[in-house]
């Protein structure tokens, strides 16, 4: 690195970024492989990821004086697993980068801090920042500053770091040098990540089925979560772990975070003020509550626990989303026993909304006679 390189690494450290990399800008050699994911649906939702492709492959399509880019990783702790039995204590799974204040605000910060620095450093310079958010192929253009490698989770891995850290970018006027090699792939023959995620959402070849992604699923998807991915999800509420939790290149955690692991119940009962109350100032916000009560309706189903039958019996009687209703009747539908299929019947005679009805048929029916 030259000095100005090397003044801005270190700047960057001062900030608690442990990864630093820099890469002249370029067209990515990516237009045909993210061209076809996109035309085979794999995006699901997430309407926003085609939008405007070539500006993804070629910042200067956002801003002509851009020239290069400077690439941060910030670390973030992953708790060891409690140990705990969740289908006893009704506890719900939340992924590790959602811990505490939402990340996009803590690291866009520290991000905006090695800004200023550099502006200090070279007066006039022109900068654009970016924490996951625009149309940045931050992966990628970390990969290009040899911060790390692709992993066959679609995560990018570092040796000493794993994959447990946020990615920001700081996009300039400034003609800075890139990685004098790549990082190299050091993946070898391990499938970890692809045997053992619960939908099969990685294929080979690098490629994330996001449709089948609890993350998406628990996250990005607004509607209903199909039937039969449910039992699949586990108590995962709120994103996933799992491709990053059996990755060897990962250590474990030093200490279990009960703020990983909720009551599911209290959860199932909170209103739109107690939601805000409690998820505004983190990325959980992100799913609103509807989205967050799905999923939690679906852990309860998967519990196997007859104690959370009461609880979503009364998501079902008095919740006004429908879509937290129908995942309601479909919980009480695997859980079954008496109280689920009374309440079942009880609520058949008065529902309204055609989904949700066509989700009690479908419970009652997992125990007729």
């Known amino acids: 690195m030259n000095a100005l390189e090397n003044e801005i690494a270190a700047a960057a450290r001062e900030r608690g970024f442990v990864l630093v990399g ?26 926003y990821l085609a939008r405007e492709p070539e500006r993804r492959l070629d910042p200067r399509r956002i801003d002509s004086r851009l020239r290069s880019v400077i690439s941060l990783g910030f670390p973030y702790q992953a708790p060891a697993p409690s140990g705990r039995d969740w289908r006893r204590e009704l506890r719900g799974r939340i992924a590790s980068y959602a811990l505490g204040e939402d990340y996009h605000d803590r690291v866009m910060a520290r991000a905006a801090a090695v800004v200023m620095d550099l502006v200090r450093l070279r007066p006039g310079a022109l900068t654009r920042l970016y924490v996951d958010t625009g149309p940045v192929f931050e992966r990628e253009w970390a990969r290009e500053a040899a911060l790390g490698w692709f992993g066959k989770n679609t995560n990018l891995l570092n040796r000493e770091h794993g994959s447990y850290f946020f990615l920001a970018e700081i996009f300039t006027d400034l003609e800075l040098g890139g990685a004098p090699r790549p990082y190299g792939d050091f993946c070898g023959t ?3 990540c692809l045997d053992l995620c619960p939908t099969g959402a990685l294929e080979d070849g690098y490629v994330m089925e996001s449709r089948r992604c609890i993350s998406y699923l628990t996250i990005e998807l607004r509607g209903p979560i199909a039937p039969h991915l449910r039992p699949h999800l586990g108590n995962w509420i709120f994103g996933c772990d799992i491709c990053q939790q059996v990755c060897p290149w990962n250590e474990d955690g ?20 107690g939601f805000r109350d409690r998820f505004r100032k983190t990325a959980i916000k992100r799913t609103k509550r509807r989205g967050l009560l799905r999923n939690v309706a679906i852990a309860l189903g998967n519990s196997g626990n007859p104690d959370a039958v009461p609880h979503l019996i009364q998501a079902l009687r ?3 989303e429908p879509l937290v209703r129908s995942h309601a009747a479909w919980a009480l539908g695997q859980l ?18 055609s989904a949700v009805a066509a989700e009690i048929a479908a419970a009652l029916s997992l125990h007729a006679p």
Do not use: I, K, T
């Open 22 to 47: 820099f890469s002249p800008l370029r067209v990515l050699a990516r237009n045909r492989f993210y061209s076809r994911w996109l035309a085979e649906g794999r995006h699901g939702e997430m309407a």
């Open 254 to 273: 030093r200490a279990p975070a009960s703020e990983l692991e909720p009551y599911l119940p209290d959860l199932l009962a909170l209103d739109e003020q």
């Open 336 to 353: 079954g026993g008496a109280d689920a299929r009374r309440a079942l019947r009880q609520a058949a005679a008065c529902e309204s909304d």
């Open 318 to 320: 008095r919740e006004h």
């Open 190 to 192: 391990c499938r970890r």
